[in-house]
């Protein structure tokens, strides 16, 4: 019994990769980019405006736009083949992320394009929408409102104890609320004290009167975030 196969001329050019792009939908794909890069460009606006830190990053800003295409691009690709999901999720464990995050609201919209991008990629269009408004509305009203209500750390070098009453009662008056977070004692016999401030508006003109004070050394006021503001 012969059992040799054939091999016609049409089996020579037939192609796995053609019959792939054949079962691929443009218009489909298309459209996820597109919302993609529409919700990456409103996770831009909304990064843009409730930005609070020391230094915008524009380059950062600008990669939460190419993070939420890239990952929709990825999710379309794994999600038409078995062997290529394992690949991949196999490639994205060895990559290393060296880029520091000094910010946790910058790794909230980090999670944000990542999520939008997978959402896109699997074609949950009016989910991504819908979240998208969600987030951006309670990330304008809520980074904008404690941003409005940010405590300061007031350090002031001095060389006399008699000073810590009248500096007390100074803090007292130009604040809201004030504790008292350290007190250190140099070997040269100068001490240092740091108190946690809240501003009862955004006027700072009371630390000339506090350097002015007889044995006061310097004062320096500082957001937690490390933003000098006098």
Not at 72 to 101: E, H
Request: proline letters at 2%; glycine letters at 6%; charged letters at 15%.
């Amino acid at each position: 019994m012969d059992t040799t196969t054939n091999t016609t001329f049409t089996d020579i050019f037939k192609s796995s990769f053609l019959e792939k792009t054949g079962s691929f939908s443009i218009v489909d794909s298309l459209i996820g980019l597109l919302v993609a890069f529409a919700v990456g460009l409103f996770i831009y606006v909304i990064y843009k405006k409730t930005f609070s830190g020391v230094m915008y990053s524009h380059s950062f800003n600008i990669s939460l736009i190419v993070m939420t295409i890239a990952t929709a691009l990825i999710i379309m690709g794994i999600s038409t083949n078995i062997v290529l999901s394992l690949g991949m999720v196999g490639a994205l464990s060895i990559v290393r992320f060296r880029t520091p995050i000094k910010d946790p609201i910058d790794l909230i919209f980090i999670f944000w394009a990542v999520a939008s991008g997978i959402l896109c990629g699997a074609g949950l269009i009016p989910l991504v929408i819908i979240g998208a408004i969600l987030i951006g509305l309670v990330l304008l009203f809520f980074v904008n409102r404690l941003t409005l209500e940010n405590p300061y750390l007031l350090v002031v070098k001095y060389n006399d104890a008699a000073v810590e009453k009248p500096l007390a009662h100074m803090v007292s008056m130009q604040s809201k609320k004030h504790t008292v977070k350290s007190k250190s004692v140099s070997v040269d016999g100068s001490l240092e004290m740091t108190y946690e401030i809240r501003l009862k508006d955004t006027n700072t003109d009371f630390m000339q009167q506090i350097t002015n004070m007889d044995g006061v050394k310097s004062a320096i006021m500082l957001s937690y975030d490390g933003n000098f503001t006098a």
